[in-house]
């Protein structure tokens, strides 16, 4: 088991909801973005034109993987399919989702790690790790990234 | 171009109707709608429906009578309504047809809205991951302008309050019983820092609007009620808006601001000018914020309003005097048609038990809705 509990540390036994998104399992994983080259805009995940000057010119961009919590909330009910967490009320878990602003590159919508509203603060330090999400009925262990309040946090 | 005038209002009431179709509470709301008007079907010459749910609203057509009108059906979530006001009131502005109606249908499963998020160019883990939820971004959003503009959680609590009160005066509302501000609070923490009570929830219902050219109304009404303007904006770049994976570090207002702007500007009046308000309430956040970003206050001015009761039916700037979403649901197809029916009631007089006092002239409706797409009306009398 490494340090964020995802216990098919034999990566082979694990997967990541989606893989184009992060460099995961590299170490210290980076979610992966796109820049323009005319304009700068930046882009999570990446994409083929800019949202803002339209241009064609966009190429992969590494996010930093720490930033802080620039909005903030909790999911207090089991969302509807095709949610993948599972479909009933019975075992879900309250989760936190935010707004984080990833250095002064982009904010990106994600869940967090922390689900508790008396721990979570505007402008918090906050940091990409990968986490245990469900298990596939064949054993695979499927892994979501999420931002966790830097330690001293909270 | 054509002024146009507003000559009849019809409203299937909002809630929940086992064994009743769309189609059929279509058709009773067109038959109202007409017999407001003083207008036949046959006197109809295009209309323009709108649904989420009903793929060809045009198919009520089958009920009301097979005249060979041209009839356009448009979905713009929940600004759909509003685009059929749009359509409805600009096809008469541009001198093709002089009478026209919109209408609006919609008749919901239970539960909070879902899709398949390629068709909304979103990728397949946003939904998978728990993220493709409407109420967890008017979560963040709420609880963001809150922190930042010093707004207590129980000023969310005294919005949804208010409109069920309002929704008890409403006999087309689907809540109609009031909730008092201390069970609101009480009621189970869905996206922190609004409960399920200060939600709207997604039900069935309809609505229609029957229009003319302005300079005929007088034929059928004696107290036309004109729609200055409808207009529609989506969000620009830098708007974090509902459902997004990302949000540029340079923030630009949300797509209300632009509409609501726009509307005032062709319209030709002011936030000042304005008697009575319907915002989109999905939450009681988003009738807060819509108050400001609409232009009717200051960002945080909205703590001393709602503590003076600004925004009752008795107030100086009355706010959802039918209950809003909240009281009445959102059958999405339907729901920005409502907000044009209460704004003519209001006008003409006929708002019964929550009629706003003085004599109002001008009304004022706007609708939020994914992927971050606004629309403001202004009717004057």
Redesign the interface.
Known sequence: MDENGISGYVRGMARA??TE?STWPDEDPQLI?SRCGACG?????KQDHC??CSGPDMTELLLPRRGTL????????V???????GGTAEGFET?G???V?LG????????LTEND?AKLR?GMDVELAMVP?YVEDDGTEII?WAFRPVAGEG | MNDVAVIGVGLHPFGRFDGKSAMEMGADAIHAALADAGVRWQDVQFGVGGSYEVSNPDAVTRLVGLTGIPFTNVFNACATAATATQVCADTIRLGKYDIGIAIGIDKHPR??F?D??AKLAL???Y???????TT?FF??????YI?DHGISQATLAKVAAKNFRNGSLNPNAFRRKPIAEEDILAS???????TQYMFCAPDEGAAAIVMCRGDIAHRYTSKPVFLQATEIRTRR?GA?EVH??????EEDVSPTVYASKAAFEAAGVGPEDVDVIQLQDTDAGAEVIHMAEAGFCADGEQEQLLADGATEIDGPMPVNTDGGLIANGEPIGASGLRQVHELVRQLRGEAGDRQVGGSPRVGFAQVYGAPGTASATILTL
């Open positions: 909801l989606a998104v973005g805009a930046t882009t999570w995940p949202p803002r620039v909005a903030w909330t909790t999911q207090g009910f969302p509807k399919l095709p949610y993948a967490g989760f989702v935010g707004l602003q002064d590159v982009v904010r990106v919508e994600a869940r509203p505007f999400f979501t | 539960g909070a879902t398949d998020p990728p397949a883990w939904a998978e991951n728990g993220q493709f939820v967890k979560g963040m959003k709420a609880n963001r922190h189970p923490v869905l996206n922190y820092p609004l770049y974090y997004a994976t990302f949000a540029p570090v």
